[in-house]
């Protein structure tokens, strides 16, 4: 299993969550489940079971019961994505076709059901009422955050706050789970939880900037998507907010997101270009830096050991990826 | 509240899991919000709920988590019906238009993934992780049922044996789990709570076969539904398999399900005519009524109450309905 530099202190129990994740699945259709195992094994970094692992590691910990809790958060996280792709519509990712892309919406539904299903079964396996108490606020906050998102798509001008509400909702409120759960199940004293939480959130939000810049800098094939995706679904990101707020011309994001379908895509190609080569993409960088530091900063008083090492290098890999 | 007579010695408990139920949802778009109150409002019976109070208060009971727990069934119901409705392409309900007749797809997934998030947070609020275990194994197992009878449905021949499976997974396993949450909340001795399991497996069998006998003999207006919808679904129920053991005529079950489509709207009308007027109704009914006296035995040595005696007016509710 290939795991990232600064993980290989855990490598043991990534691989015991990976196993997890893909043990027999109780999905009694063949080519479904094959289809969802694919998708499981599609190269996702399993950031999420990693921020558990480590932040279980930081005092004492039963790595038992934080290993099953991991798996829960990336089946929790893969089930989500899922649904999210059967609603966008999106026919890739990773680069290899979404569900939606090779089964009728019934099946799309449905594997995604059943993900959050044995999520939520391994959540419960943990015994504690605490944990699936966070796991079950997660997945609320996520559906909300989708349902925000889907009816706010489209519209302009919109509030940089919804923003950070949303990027909260879709990627941070995980990320922030994954963590406290961790604290939670090394019975880490209450303000070490509530700093790992922190932590979780500042970083999530790092991660999502990092991810709405490479939807305008990244290259296409590497990203397993065309960029300005995004834009396309009618969402805005921080980059488009920085393009007007340093003066970028409001009429052209007016257009790629109302314009008529056939001078939409033009539209929408030339906000993208424009966006890549404006200071909006290094004002974004800066703001996810940020939240880098605030991550690193809320764990700061936290045992110095190797795992605490490994989340502040896990906060710097949050925007070393290129964009 | 209206509640069933033999309901009305927990009327009380009833009206707290009505609120709970109806408590302000977390959905933050208001016209989306407003039409799942609508289904949630529209007229169930709440006997998920009921069960889980019955059961636990045929012991000394601490009624508060009941009551939590019973919220949490009905919801993870409802999230289950506006999947199942969405796959089944449904235009109404008990009545009034599905979430999927009024919204677009993506809605409706995300307004089912909401009631399930604030099921499982019910669930977890109960602090019993036996309850959440309890909780995600029968949504794993009504997903894992939707799937094989997605898949499953216009074959012919068929097995029966798959069709109890699918009634297990769509129904009897809920009233199981329901009933079984109601043992284990009220620290029932470990053979009440499996002898409550047996009796809601049982009970929801009974239901659920009635529920296809309706399916062929009920009013479409009270129904709410146009007779025949399952096999319209491609789905057989046991009405088509006791047809075929008296001597029906098989072929008119190939074309209803197989036939062009031009065609097998008139063959399927036959063939519900047919079944309607034979004896594989009386069939039918006779099976739901030993899955009755069965869940009446299972619980024939727990205590002598009035719950226990509200319990059996339960099970002779579900083959009294018309039919």
Chains 1, 2 share one sequence.
């Not at 399993?46 to 004492?60: C, D, G, Q």
């Not at 079950?136 to 559906?143: D, E, F, N, V």
Request: hydrophobic share 45%; aromatic share 8%.
């Amino acid at each position: 299993m290939k795991v990232l530099p600064f993980l290989e202190i855990i490598r043991e129990e990534l691989s015991k969550v990976e196993e997890l994740i893909l043990s027999e699945s109780s999905l009694s259709y063949k080519p479904l489940a094959e289809s969802v195992e694919a998708i499981l094994k599609s190269g996702g970094k399993r950031l999420r079971p990693a921020l558990t692992i480590l932040a279980s590691k930081l005092y004492p910990a039963d790595s038992e019961r934080a290993i099953i809790a991991a798996a829960a958060m990336e089946l929790l996280h893969a089930a989500t994505l899922i649904h999210d792709d059967f609603i966008d519509q999106s026919s890739t990712r990773r680069g290899i076709p979404t569900l939606n892309s090779l089964w009728p919406p019934a099946a799309v539904v449905l594997a995604g059901d059943h993900l959050f299903a044995r999520a939520a079964s391994l959540a419960a396996m943990t015994g504690s009422p605490r944990v699936v108490k966070i796991f079950a606020q997660a997945l609320k906050t996520i559906c909300d955050g989708e349902i925000r998102q889907l009816f706010g798509a489209f519209g302009w001008p919109q509030d940089q706050e919804d923003y950070y509400y949303r990027i909260y909702a879709k990627t941070s409120s995980l990320f922030e789970a994954s963590a406290e759960i961790g604290g939670v199940l090394s019975d880490a004293p209450e303000e070490a939880i509530q700093a790992l939480k922190e932590y979780g959130k500042n970083l999530g939000n790092a991660f999502q900037i990092i991810d709405d810049v490479l939807d305008f800098t990244g290259d296409e094939e590497t990203m397993g998507k065309p960029t300005g995706s995004d834009l396309r679904q009618g969402v805005v990101t921080l980059p488009v907010f920085y393009f007007v707020e340093s003066g970028g011309d409001e009429s052209l994001i007016v257009k790629a997101l109302k314009a008529r379908p056939e001078e939409r895509e033009t539209a929408l190609r030339e906000l993208v270009e424009k966006i890549r080569n404006s200071s909006a993409i290094n004002l974004s960088v800066k703001e996810a830096m940020n939240f880098v530091e605030k991550a690193k900063e809320a764990i700061s008083f936290l045992p110095q050991n190797q795992y605490r090492s490994a989340l502040r290098a896990l906060a710097d890999f949050a925007v070393e990826r290129n964009y």
